[in-house]
């Protein structure tokens, strides 16, 4: 939690103290619009995903996850990235707040469910980030959104981002275990393990890889109506 005891140390010497109660004030309001951006997306992935349902033999949406920051979360990030203590800058500058990630069986799919995202009326497209076709160099693989949503307020509308991930089961295992040796180890990793798990994420890549041709070698025998010989 953030202590905000002004008898003890203070936990970001970069912020004020009135600056950093501030922000705990206001981060609430803040929040709930973002709940409310949230909710919006979520609402519009599960409709395309009713729709998908109706209109393929599969859904090439898996699941869907999403989450809300904490406060203690947002103001961690804002003293790691060095961000002004500000509640306009936390608008401007932290675009994570509110989080959804997407799980699809191909990557193909991933692509596909990008691009019908990015064709939903009043959402805006604000960052795009490919993180399959040139992976981070730790192995780590996802495509990221970053998408602006309008949310209607008391009085007011507002727009929030958004921050959608989407990625196959396979690079989601990859990635939730990585956390998970990440958090364990305090994010000082021996490098052993660093290396296993980069050579995991190499073994994911080629699965993906494989399991891909088999879906479209499958999706030329349905078109075709016959299945192909050697």
């Known amino acids: 939690m953030v202590t905000l005891n002004p008898s003890s140390p203070h936990p970001f010497p970069e912020a004020e103290d009135d600056a950093l109660k501030k922000i705990m004030a206001g981060l609430p309001l803040i929040r709930a619009s973002y709940r409310i951006g949230l909710e919006e997306v979520c609402e519009r992935i599960e409709l395309l995903r009713q729709s998908l349902d109706q209109d393929r033999d599969y859904n090439p949406i898996e699941h869907v996850k999403s989450r809300l920051k904490t406060p203690e979360s947002i103001i961690s990030k804002v003293h790691r990235r060095g961000y002004a203590w500000t509640l306009d800058s936390i608008r401007d500058n932290v675009r994570d707040i509110a989080g959804i990630r997407i799980a699809c069986s191909f990557v193909s799919d991933i692509y596909q469910v990008s691009a019908l995202l990015q064709k939903q009326p009043d959402i805006l497209l604000v960052e795009y980030k490919d993180y399959i076709r040139t992976p981070k160099p730790n192995g780590y693989q996802s495509l990221h959104l970053i998408l602006q949503v309008p949310v209607a307020l008391s009085g007011h509308q507002e727009k929030v981002f958004v921050e959608v991930q989407i990625r196959t089961i396979a690079m989601d295992f990859w990635a939730s275990l990585e956390h998970k040796i990440y958090y364990k180890y305090d994010k000082a990793v021996p490098q052993h393990l660093k290396d296993e798990l980069k050579k995991a994420a190499d ?12 879906h479209q070698e499958m999706q030329q025998v349905k078109n075709s109506g016959s299945p192909s010989r050697p």
């Open 203 to 214: 073994t994911v890549a080629q699965l993906d890889n494989k399991m891909e041709r088999i």
